[in-house]
């Protein structure tokens, strides 16, 4: 499946759901299936500085595609993560360096996007492109 | 001027923002200690500033320009006797609180020599903390604290022991914006006044939530924002003794605050002009004058009453969730509660309060600091102003008792 193919798979999902406390409760369960990085790689360096809440990342180049694993200490937070790794896990570094990630406007999470949330999303993102960038050169 | 028997249900509709809707939720507002929502009456006196009277102030002939003028020395007036200063000279008009201590750190700091000591507390907000180590890394100052108890109550026995003939200044705020704690502010002032020392107070929590008299206090500086206290953003006040004005360099040069230039020498102009550098934000300080109005409208005994009403209402029902944990718990508190509820993260907690159209506000609230003393990474801010109310407090309850189950399963 391409990245849109992913991303696409979820805004189907999330079509389901009209009440914003039924996909807040479908964010939280999908924090829970979060590949969950190891304890020994919370490290200061994996750690992305978000104003409120705490996001770790760790990315790995396995045959030539992204692993990623991360944790956070708030739970919709975490479930926002799990969405992003499902779409740009197992892809190539460059595909991830010029994804769009659309679906996060299309699903009505682009309120955690906005700058004054400061939770450390949109720095997640970031690093998710800068560390598959790094894996390229 | 008369003042009207305070009740909630009028003065809420002097505030257009209650018909305000967020997320298809009627909003609540419990993040006054950040800014308050503004009057119409304020809202208008701004729009008819712009629309009838703007003008540029202290230079015109013209008399648009003598309107704008009286308008923003009147409101330097009401100001001046609200807080019970002497002289309306002593009101300099700031950008808000931050300006107002950064002033007199740059200035009155720069009386300052190596060794001498500026003294704050354990509870100030990051605008009360970083230009005194600025001033105390320029001067080779030290800079001490006022510790706190779990309470959050500031220790002024410790407080004793830290003055000094050392001892040039204490910066302390007034109410925690974090904890809600009102400091025995009377009591701090004295003391320090017993070693010689002078005494800024961080208002800017206080005067929208009760009567302050700079005169009585006996302070010397008095920093505090419009924007808290109904007014706009971007003005603010810095009150302080005629005599230690007068003696203190100009903060910033410009026009305005000189008497007269030439290539060779500049003379300054006297107060409050001489720290009032360029144009300043005259619709702002306008306004503000016309948010003194409002406050001096209302019996502010009552307002206090109300808002201890709210207080105690909201920490009564609070206290019934399980695994709340409140931060800030002094005996002489106002208006602020702060806590964290086990197993929930306050990042997620507001998320879902503001899907709830309910304004609270999450994190370190810029007292890193005291999120440090209780080794927590910030709390939950729910921080009351006159036009709430206990049916409000009522939702944010439900809402509660919604959420936390669905953040910690």
Redesign the interface.
């Given at each position: 499946m391409t990245i849109q193919e992913k991303e696409q798979d979820i805004i189907d999902e999330f079509s389901i759901y009209d009440d914003w406390m039924d996909k807040y409760e479908y964010i939280i369960e999908l924090g829970k299936e979060l590949p969950i990085i190891a304890e020994e790689l919370k490290t200061d360096n994996r750690l992305i500085k978000g104003c409120q809440s705490r996001v770790w990342l760790h990315a790995d180049l396995e045959d030539g595609k992204m692993v990623f694993s991360a944790d956070s200490d708030a739970i919709i937070t975490k479930g926002i993560i799990a969405l992003l790794i499902r779409v740009l896990n197992n892809e190539k570094p460059e595909d991830i360096a010029k994804s769009d990630l659309k679906f996060i406007k299309e699903i009505g999470l682009q309120e955690h996007l906005s700058p004054t949330r400061s939770n450390g999303l949109v720095s997640m993102v970031k690093k998710m492109k800068m560390e598959s960038l790094k894996k390229l050169s | 001027m008369e003042k009207v028997a305070f009740n909630v249900q009028e003065i809420r509709k002097e505030f257009p923002f209650i018909n305000r809707k967020v997320?298809g939720k009627k909003l609540i507002y419990f993040d006054n200690g950040a800014t308050s929502q503004k009057p119409q009456s304020v809202i208008n006196r701004l729009t008819n500033f712009y629309t009838n009277e703007n003008a540029n102030i202290h230079r015109g002939v013209h008399t648009l320009s003598q309107e704008a003028t009286s308008a923003y020395e009147e409101s330097r007036i009401n100001i001046q006797q609200y807080i019970g200063a002497k002289h309306s000279h002593e009101i300099i008009f700031t950008k808000g609180t931050t300006d107002s201590i950064n002033i007199v750190a740059f200035s009155f700091g720069e009386h300052l020599k190596e060794g001498d000591e500026v003294i704050i507390s354990a509870m100030e907000h990051h605008s009360n903390i970083v230009p005194w180590q600025m001033l105390c890394e320029r001067k080779g100052c030290r800079l001490r604290v006022i510790p706190m108890n779990q309470a959050g109550e500031l220790l002024l026995d410790e407080y004793s022991n830290l003055l000094s003939s050392k001892t040039k200044l204490v910066a302390v705020t007034h109410i925690s914006n974090a904890l809600g704690t009102i400091n025995d502010v009377k009591t701090i002032i004295e003391k320090a006044h017993q070693v010689g020392a002078k005494v800024l107070i961080d208002g800017a929590q206080s005067i929208q939530h009760t009567k302050v008299d700079v005169e009585a206090l006996d302070c010397d500086f008095y920093a505090f924002s419009g924007h808290k206290l109904f007014g706009p953003t971007g003005v603010g006040v810095l009150y302080g003794k005629e005599e230690l004005l007068n003696d203190m360099p100009p903060y910033q040069g410009g026009g305005d605050m000189i008497s007269e230039v030439s290539f060779e020498r500049t003379t300054y102009n006297t107060l409050p002009h001489k720290f009032e550098a360029g144009t300043p934000h005259i619709a702002g300080g306008i306004g503000l004058g016309e948010a003194f109005h409002f406050l001096n409208s209302l019996d502010i005994d009552q307002v206090e009453a109300h808002e201890k009403e709210l207080l105690d209402y909201a920490t009564m029902r609070l206290k019934k969730i399980e695994g709340i944990k409140f931060y800030g718990e002094a005996k002489n508190k106002t208006s602020v509660i702060s806590f964290l509820v086990e197993g929930?993260?306050?990042?997620?907690v507001?998320?879902?309060l503001d899907?709830m159209g309910i304004a609270v506000r999450?994190?370190h609230h810029c007292t890193q600091p005291i999120m440090n003393f209780y080794n927590i990474?910030?709390t939950i801010r729910v921080s009351f102003a006159l036009y709430n109310t206990k049916e409000e407090i009522d939702l944010l309850i439900t809402a509660l008792d919604?959420i936390i189950p669905?953040?910690k399963?």
């Open positions: - | 997320n929930t993260h306050p990042y997620d507001g998320t879902l899907k999450t994190g990474p910030g919604r669905m953040l399963n």
